[in-house]
């Protein structure tokens, strides 16, 4: 298809593009538009266009030809230097030309107008025409929402008007408990609401004013031109502070009151606790409720080396914070600022001059009659002394350590990214790594494989929340083998009590391990066995044997039929009395069982294990002999191989109890020569000693005796299921009695038994151990200010449920399952030593009885135990 080609004349294409710019190469202009000479008229032909233009969009810093050309086809808009008029179009190559065609942008008719064009100079299909007639429609509806905006305010100010009357009726309401008392410029009465009309008289500077005096003396007070103006007075033996808001224009004021009494008793209150303050060594502060200081004496301005104008309106929890303040503690802080409560924190506190000290800061609230917080008064200590006090302390305590680090059982001493800080011999025994191979490295890449690490990783949550346990993993030692560990874990605490990782006790239990797997595997091997079958006549004469026979007696079928199986099989070592009660249950048709020693046709012997029976016709008369033979000789070695391991794991558990015993007296010993230094240090030291230290050193005697008790649980949770059973006749009324009287009951607590309960036949120790623990439990956790610990037993055809039921504090059911744990308890105790439901556990799992709870949050718990009426223990 051809090319098209147009020609138009100058008239016609103005007609088409009245605003069009024509250029040749050297951005001289050619020729233009006779519209745009209107709204342009300083643009002649020969002119540069760089020269009355600018390219704003794209934007062209001085562009050339090229620069032109390569933004043909694209949205130009060019603006005119002198009358900044901006035109809209784009860029065409004509030959060696350049052609702008577009059209001016205006935002208004009035702009239009403003450069005399009319409708003649726009090109007819120019959408701007449009656009400028809306614009034009919205000028003139622009005009109309003015006349009715008028409108709309005048009736604005008349609903105005009946608000404020609407207003008046609300804010003089008879339901509102503060005085409002309106009057004039000239301190006439105007309204009162009801609470106000009851005041008679006020008291001012001294002076009794009747109320119509008063006011009109207050007023020459009144600043007409200010917003508000304050005064107080009393009236009826109360303080009262009133606002005044003056509504010059028409023509009253507004006096708001409100009782302060008890404000101003509390603004005493601050006033006397102020003047102590004030001689108080240590930093005193008042705050609002928000936190915001408005009073604090000369001791925390030299503790903290700000100014008072520096300090006043700032938050305490804004004052000497620096990195290394604990953001827990600040938040503790403002969360008691929050709920008006008090707060007793440590942490860093920063001074001006760069350095810092350690803060004890202590708040109360300082309450109303009515028990609400008004303001707090807070107490910051500087105990920077007694924190290096503490290091010291905490110095001895490493001696200590070094006792531990010498024991017979493998501990380890981790921190909170598994970095191993801590290992002592005997851990260097089981896993063959050196102390220096130990020290710095990850102890969960160094030891153990890719399914324990899962394991231990889980326990990190545990720890966090304060937990112990046990758990067991497979691990590799340094020499490349696998090994079983198991390992009573617990969290390690840094001298403020927060948890800065683990410490592990480790137990090689490989061989323990094995001797379990033998016997499980050995049991599998013995149930797999194929047996044989034999079918034999009146006489015993074998008519049919199965594979299973052949391939166990090494004969051929042939071999076999027509003979009987005694004179094929037996040999030198068969039992004749193993012979004669087949032969003799035979002859009497009487069905057998019993084992005994065959051999195969290659003469080699195994053992057999015969069961027969006689098959009868009608007439009652034997007609054949059934027999299936079972080759129990690999059952027999494994007998003798499971005689040999139940041998080796009584001993190995016979070593484990004598060694549980070593390690108890192992660790027992320093503890015990711990507490005997103490009580010397305190007794020679008795009179130098200050009440911390020798408190400290008594939390030291508390330790030592909790871990002595922790030693003693874990050697009875040991001896449960290992100490010989003696059974008697026990009256557990008996038994639970004497528990009730021998344990520490406090006096806010009771314990009763509200059934009678049974005589058992049990063991009596392990009887007394169950019941004093649940007992025992019951009490030291019980929270209410009258405990109630209650006994009972309901008797059913096979067993007996004993319950333990209190009014404590209950048990979250997500840590129901956790508390017969070892090592679990739900809360910090000096008494607990999260073994004593772990024992009670045991004891009913080793006899088959059953524990359970029933627990509500806030209410109390049950403990549910089951045991049957035989064999008790």
């Known amino acids: ?138 000028e003139n509806t622009s005009k109309e929402l003015k006349e009715l905006l008028t409108t709309i305010n005048n009736q604005k100010n008349k609903l105005k008007k009946a608000n404020r009357e609407i207003h008046d009726i609300a804010l003089f309401s008879t339901q509102n408990p503060d005085p409002l008392i309106r009057i004039d410029t000239n301190g006439n009465l105007l309204n009162r609401n009801p609470v106000a009309e009851k005041l008679s008289s006020f008291v001012f500077d001294g002076i009794n004013y009747e109320i119509e005096d008063f006011f009109k003396f207050i007023i020459t007070k009144i600043d007409l031109d200010k917003e508000r103006f304050i005064f107080e007075t009393q009236t009826d033996g109360k303080d009262f502070s009133f606002v005044c808001k003056s509504l010059k224009e028409e023509g009253y004021v507004n006096i708001y009151g409100r009782d302060v009494t008890e404000q101003k008793k509390a603004q005493e209150e601050l006033n006397r606790l102020s003047l102590v303050a004030s001689s108080n060594e240590n930093g005193i502060v008042f705050t609002e409720l928000d936190g915001k200081i408005f009073w604090c004496n000369d001791a925390y301005v030299k503790h903290s080396g700000y100014s008072k104008e520096e300090i006043i309106g700032k938050k305490l929890t804004e004052i000497g914070v620096i990195e290394e303040t604990d953001r827990d503690e600040l938040k503790k802080m403002t969360v008691s600022f929050f709920n008006g409560q008090p707060f007793d924190v440590e942490l860093i506190h920063g001074r001006k001059d760069g350095s810092s000290f350690w803060a004890k800061t202590k708040g109360q609230p300082i309450l109303n009659s009515n028990g609400e917080a008004l303001q707090f008064f807070t107490m910051i200590e500087d105990i920077s002394l007694k924190k290096r006090y503490d290091e010291s302390l905490n110095t001895e305590k490493e001696k200590y350590r070094s006792i531990i680090a010498n024991m017979n059982l493998g501990l380890l001493e981790v921190d909170k990214n598994d970095i191993i800080t801590l290992a002592n011999q005997s851990f260097t025994g089981i896993s063959g790594y050196s102390f220096d191979e130990l020290i710095g490295k990850k102890a969960s890449d160094l030891l153990l494989t890719n399914y324990s690490k899962i394991t231990v990783k889980s326990k990190e949550v545990i720890r966090e929340e304060g937990k112990t346990d046990s758990y067991e993993v497979k691990v590799i030692n340094k020499l490349g083998e696998n090994r079983h560990w198991l390992i009573s874990g617990a969290p390690n605490y840094d001298i403020n009590g927060k948890v800065i990782g683990s410490i592990g006790i480790h137990l090689d239990i490989t061989e323990q391990k094995e001797q379990e797997e033998q016997l499980y595997l050995l049991s599998l091997i013995a149930e797999k066995n194929i047996n044989a079958v034999i079918i034999a006549d009146a006489d015993g004469i074998i008519e049919w044997v199965n594979k299973s026979f052949l391939d166990m007696s090494g004969y051929q079928i042939e071999e076999i039929l027509g003979k009987k199986l005694g004179h094929l099989l037996q040999g030198e070592e068969t039992n004749p009395e193993t012979v004669n009660y087949m032969k003799d249950s035979i002859s009497k048709g009487l069905p057998f069982n019993c084992e005994g020693i065959n051999y195969s046709k290659s003469g080699e012997k195994y053992w057999v294990s015969i069961q027969g029976q006689a098959l009868y016709n009608k007439n009652g008369e034997i007609v054949k002999f059934f027999a299936i033979e079972e080759n129990v000789t690999k059952k027999k070695e494994l007998e003798q191989q499971r005689e040999f391991l139940v041998k080796s794991l009584a001993k190995s558990n016979k070593e484990l109890e004598d060694y549980a015993a070593i390690v108890s007296h192992d660790l027992k010993s320093p503890l015990r020569s711990i507490h005997s230094l103490i009580s010397w240090i305190k007794e020679d030291n008795d009179k130098e000693l200050n009440e911390q230290t020798t408190q400290y050193l008594s939390m030291i005697e508390g330790k030592v005796e909790k871990m002595d008790h922790l030693i003693e649980g874990i050697l009875t949770y040991a001896k449960i299921d290992k100490v010989d059973v003696v059974s008697e006749k026990i009256n557990t009324q008996e038994i639970i009695q004497n528990i009730i009287n021998i344990i520490h009951i406090p006096n806010h607590i009771s314990v009763s038994i509200t059934t009678n309960l049974p005589i058992i036949y049990a063991d009596r120790f392990r009887a007394q151990q169950l019941f004093q623990n649940l007992i025992s439990n019951a009490v030291n956790h019980n929270d209410k200010s009258m405990g109630i610990v209650e006994i009972s037993c309901s008797e059913k055809p096979k067993h007996f449920i004993f319950s333990i039921k209190d009014n404590g504090s209950g048990i979250a059911q997500e840590n129901q399952e956790n508390i017969f744990k070892t090592f679990q308890s739900l809360e910090k105790s000096e008494k607990s030593n999260g073994l004593g439901l772990s024992i009670v556990k045991k004891i009913v799992d080793t006899y088959n009885g059953k524990i359970w709870i029933e627990s509500e949050i806030g209410q109390g718990t049950t403990f549910f135990v089951q045991l049957s009426k035989k064999n008790l223990f």
Request: overall charge neutral; aromatic content about 12%.
């Open 1 to 138: 298809m051809n090319a098209l080609e147009f020609k138009f004349s100058e008239d016609n294409f103005n007609r088409l593009f009245p605003f069009f710019i024509l250029i040749d190469t050297t951005l001289k202009i050619k020729s233009f538009g006779k519209s745009i000479a209107k709204i342009c008229p300083e643009i002649q032909n020969s002119f540069s266009f760089i020269d009355c233009f600018e390219v704003s969009r794209p934007r062209l810093e001085n562009p050339t030809f090229k620069d032109l050309v390569f933004n043909t086809n694209q949205l130009t808009v060019v603006k005119s230097k002198k009358s900044e008029l901006a035109l809209r179009g784009q860029f065409e190559l004509v030959g060696n030309s350049l052609l702008f065609v577009g059209s001016p942008w205006f935002n208004s008719m009035s702009e239009v107008v403003e450069k005399k064009l009319t409708l003649h100079d726009f090109a007819l299909h120019d959408p701007l025409l449009d656009l400028l007639h809306v614009l034009n429609n919205q």
